[in-house]
């Protein structure tokens, strides 16, 4: 019990808060009064995800140091981790199509976009350019330019290492403004119970009693499919790269990492575990050295199954139509977001911005209430899906160490064993 509360306290907190906010907003009327607890979180997490993205982002890629092998270990990892998360992004789709996850007819006003107004249609030019750059810098400092304040931090961290890496000042400097950010993101989010409260009180006294059935079809939904997607596909992927007997290997140590992550909530807390079983497997560490800890910021098969859940959650209750194109558009920015997020201190919460800008940018009010509603998703999803994230980067050893040291590498470590 006391490590059940030292893991999970912060998640009892917002989970309490959520559920007290809507008792009372359930109960009294009055409680839309109690809307500025919520704006004043969600604006001091606006206020801070934009400095964050671009400094996080350009101190990773300017501290990196890679060359030779390593080069052709890290290409290999990202091609793993791109491909099953899109793999688990289309599932994760696939199950929301066929089920629904928020109550038939609830819809929340804010979220519903006007389409009557179709006099202007920007070609598919403008939007590419729009969707990866903006015009002015003092553009790129606003919540409504994420995925170009990305690209930018990935250009401007690129021009750092060229010109000397983590050598240089500006390497420096980004990494300790990583470090302060991520600590102001931690002071920020003790008091998002409280903005729960708040927002929560609020939507419940405005909307009714739908809200706690519609999260709770969502919550069931995913956390079925993340047990589900370790039973069955992380065997495919363990044969695949290890071939015969990958599987049975893979599960004698996959419930290490799996209890560690989903216990901790933390994929950098799995990193030593997941390294010490994939030691005992008989992973090199050339393997294991770059793929674990990069996986612990860049595999996030569980994040972009989140998030596809989130954008069917919020398309639900708005009324509007999911449909093909739009999901493979959610698909791109989900597992773009997840791997892209995972790396910043709070980065679920700045890869739930970007989803909810793509989507549900028509105004500042339909914005505000579609990303609260992804954040509350978030939370209470966060242990299975770091379950996933965390013990597929120990999964993904097997299929880099295919393409590293051959398709028979399992086999031989197995007659060394034997």
Known sequence: MKNFWKNYWFIVCMLVAIVAGTVVGLSWNGATALAPLGDLFINAMFCIVVPLVFVSISSAIANMKSAGRAGKLMGTTLITFFITATIAAVIMYIVVSIVNIVPEGFKVTEMVTDTSDTSSVASVGDLIVNFFTKPDFNELLSRRAMLPIIVASVIFGFGCLMAGGAETRTAKLLSDLTNVLMKTMKIITYYAPIGFFGFFANLAATHGSELIGGYAKTLIVYYIVCFAYMFIFFPIYARFGGGKGGAKVMFKHLFRPAAMSFGTCSSVATIPTNLAVAEETGISKEVSEIVIPMGATMHMDGSAMSAIVKVAFLFGISGMPFGTGK??????????????????????????????????????EQLAVAYTLAL??????????TMINSAGDYVACFIVSKYADGKDWLQKQLKKTA
């Open 376 to 385: 509350g998703i978030g939370d209470l999803v966060d242990p299975p899906a």
């Open 327 to 364: 999901a493979i558009l959610a698909i791109i920015v989900a597992v773009f977001s997840s791997v892209a997020m995972s790396g910043i201190p709070g980065g679920g919460g700045v890869g739930e911005l970007v989803l909810c800008s793509i989507f549900f940018n028509n105004s500042p």
